[in-house]
Nanobody, 125 residues
Framework: QVQLVESGGGLVQAGGSLRLSCAASGRTFSSYSMGWFRQAPGKEREFVSAISWNDRNTYYTDSVKGRFTISRDNAKNTVYLQMNSLKPEDTAVYYC??????????????????WGQGTQVTVSS
């Protein structure tokens, strides 16, 4: 069992930055691929970014490429999402997830077994 707790959300002006963190419990964190998803009001949850268990591969949805960076620190059982040049359309609840997905599977919700409760990110124009 893995418990995930996100933090770092908040209100920021367009063009600003935030860094989300997701702290995981358990001793098997380093074996999981980690992902970030988001859900805007009235919309379905969508993939944002993912990182493989061994830190060798990262994945991003097109709308955040060049602005967001995912990273992980296995010694701290934490995954990060650095978000720069934020836009109002980035406003959403951001969720982190853990699973044994690889490659294309990491773009899909079913690639993850564990989910956090989410953290709100609001970008004002």
């Amino acid at each position: 069992q893995v418990q995930l707790v996100e933090s770092g959300g908040g209100l920021v002006q367009a063009g600003g930055s935030l860094r989300l963190s997701c702290a995981a419990s358990g001793r098997t964190f380093s074996s999981y691929s980690m992902g970030w998803f988001r859900q805007a009001p009235g919309k379905e949850r969508e993939f944002v970014s993912a990182i493989s268990w061994n830190d060798r591969n990262t994945y991003y949805t097109d709308s955040v490429k060049g602005r967001f960076t995912i990273s992980r620190d296995n010694a701290k059982n934490t995954v990060y999402l650095q978000m720069n040049s934020l836009k109002p359309e980035d406003t959403a609840v951001y969720y982190c997830a853990a699973g044994y997905c690889s490659g294309y599977g990491c773009y899909k919700e079913h690639g993850y077994a564990y989910w956090g409760q989410g953290t709100q990110v609001t970008v004002s124009s």
